[in-house]
């Protein structure tokens, strides 16, 4: 079955950066698109970033645009999000996901 197992994530300062892995298996990863989900505090699940199965196309939401950076390996199976300039208002729990399939996160947390 898909599993997704997300790390990285850990406590950062405002400005600061932080690269999110995400490790897949049980499905032929390279012919999927993949994407990057998070959960602040009292919030719903937000939809951050989008991947082709080839890696050629991504998309952000404009709140992370030109600070976030998606990206995957299909070689060793592994998704990646790259988050620079944080601020406070990142702080969440960060989900790779296939479909409607999440792992179980990953906590950021930007604070002083």
């Known amino acids: 079955q898909v599993q997704l197992v997300e790390s990285g994530g850990g406590l950062v300062q405002p400005g600061g950066s932080l690269r999110l892995s995400c490790a897949a298996s049980g499905f032929t990863f390279r012919l999927h698109p993949m994407k990057w989900l998070r959960q602040a505090p009292g919030k719903g699940l937000e939809w951050l970033c989008d991947?082709?199965?080839?890696?050629?196309?991504?998309e952000c939401t404009n709140s992370v645009k030109g600070r976030f950076t998606i990206s995957r390996d299909n070689a060793k199976k592994m998704l990646y999000l790259q988050m620079d300039r944080l601020k406070s208002e990142d702080t969440a729990v960060y989900y790779c996901?296939?479909?409607?399939?999440r792992g179980q996160g990953t906590q950021v947390t930007v604070s002083s």
């Open positions: 996901a296939k479909d409607s399939v």
């Open positions: 991947i082709s199965s080839g890696g050629d196309t991504t």
